[in-house]
């Protein structure tokens, strides 16, 4: 047996599966989320954003069709743990290269299966977003909550690095200008992608549009990046609080009055933040394949696919020159914002989707019309 322990002794118990060694001397708190899409699991733990959490997945039998590269949104997953309810070995897919379970244990996740997921999701859903530890023992559970709680330390924050470059591909084009920058060759206009742990739909929706990309690692300058002489830029999405990253804000607000910026998640929050917005953390966030925006210049609704624990404060917008322009029809909150002035607009959703809906390519529509405007007329590029 092996438990998820939260500090107030609630524990859920299930089988140890993927990489427990390295963990097993010194286990750590880490924040437990739920995502309530019933596919695309693969997606979902080769996405950036869940760096440092422990996932829980709610669709009751996960790993049924095994595991293939190019499903990966990155090389490489930074989630710390894994809940299923029933774990598949994924006999059944032939497209498969190999089984989840042996992926999770390759890549340094550690698995608990055979939880009860729907009950864990309802008391996460009761008491908010908590952080949980995986150990072998209840009684391990209980005293690191108790060495915890007498250390007073701060769990909220998880280190997060921010500062590599974390979708590189075999295939792209290694460059060294700027730190370790890679472009991915196109034969349109240059698109600068800052890398927050960028999802690679996200660069492949930019590829089907012709773009030549180069990707900046998070810890880029705005000079590197204007230097290039992007047409545009697109702010990706990203693990952790994004108010904790200030340095970052600060080279947004050097870049978005001066190029196109579409901002995804992360990015999005990032850029109300540059322009002196402010965000908060959800009671347990929205992470799901069918969450309901509605864009309030169009009277459209579309369903979208969402990973964020962050949102942006919507009085904190005003006089900022960001207009809201799209909203959550569960909760309200904030999806969308545009610029009274310049070209940029933003999204909370991902309208990449990987996994979920594929409705929302108009967004990479929108800021492609914004490039095209913004661009010199041929002669002069
Ligand atoms: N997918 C993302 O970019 C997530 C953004 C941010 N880390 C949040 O949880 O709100």
């Known amino acids: 047996m092996a438990y998820l322990v939260f500090m107030d002794g609630t524990t859920f118990a299930g089988e140890a599966f993927g990489e427990w060694e390295n963990y097993s001397s010194s286990p750590t708190a880490r924040e437990v ?18 760096a440092g959490q422990i996932l829980v997945l709610t669709q009751p039998q996960i790993g049924n069709y ?20 029933e774990l598949s070995q994924g006999e059944g897919s032939l497209h498969a290269e190999g089984a989840l379970e042996e992926y999770c244990q390759q ?38 909550w108790q060495v915890r709680k007498e250390s007073s330390e701060n769990l909220s924050n ?21 730190k370790e920058v890679y472009e991915i060759p196109g034969s349109g206009p240059l698109i600068a992608v800052f890398d927050f742990g960028v999802k690679r739909n996200i660069l492949r929706s930019l590829q089907q549009r012709g773009y030549r990309i180069m990707v900046f690692p998070a810890g880029s300058t705005a000079e590197e990046i204007l230097w290039q002489q992007p047409r545009g830029m697109v702010l990706s999405n990203g693990p952790g609080d994004p108010s904790e990253l200030p340095e970052i804000v600060d080279t947004v607000r050097q870049l ?3 190029l196109p910026v579409l901002g995804i998640c992360l990015g999005h ?10 965000t908060y953390k959800l009671p347990y966030g929205h992470r799901g394949g069918n969450h309901p925006v509605l864009d309030l210049r169009t009277g459209k609704a579309t369903m979208t696919s969402q990973n964020h624990g962050y949102a942006v404060i919507d009085d904190s917008l005003k006089g ?12 309200g909150t904030v999806e969308g914002m545009e610029h009274e002035t310049y070209p940029v607009l933003s999204v ?34």
């Open 320 to 331: 900022t020159g960001f207009e809201v322009t799209m909203r959550n029809l569960n909760d």
């Open 66 to 85: 095994g595991w293939h590269h190019e499903e990966n949104e990155a090389d490489k997953t930074r989630l710390q743990g894994l809940i299923v309810r």
């Open 256 to 258: 978005y009055s001066k």
């Open 158 to 178: 998880c280190q997060l690095n921010h500062t590599s470059t974390l979708c590189k591909d075999e295939h792209w084009v290694y460059r060294s200008t700027v």
């Open 269 to 278: 929050q990032l850029l109300a933040l540059a322009a002196g917005g402010e």
């Open 33 to 50: 989320v739920f995502n309530t899409s019933m596919s695309g699991y693969q997606e979902m733990i080769t996405d950036l954003s869940y």
């Open 348 to 381: 909370q959703f991902h309208p990449e989707g990987a996994p979920g809906p594929e409705e929302n390519e108009e967004i990479f529509q929108r800021f492609t019309e914004l490039v095209a405007r913004n661009c010199p007329r041929k002669g002069r590029m």
């Open 107 to 144: 890549h340094g996740v550690q698995g608990l299966k055979g939880v009860d997921t729907r009950a864990l999701t309802r008391y996460l859903r009761d008491f908010g977003t908590l952080s949980g530890v995986l150990v072998k023992s209840w009684e391990e559970g209980k005293d690191y």
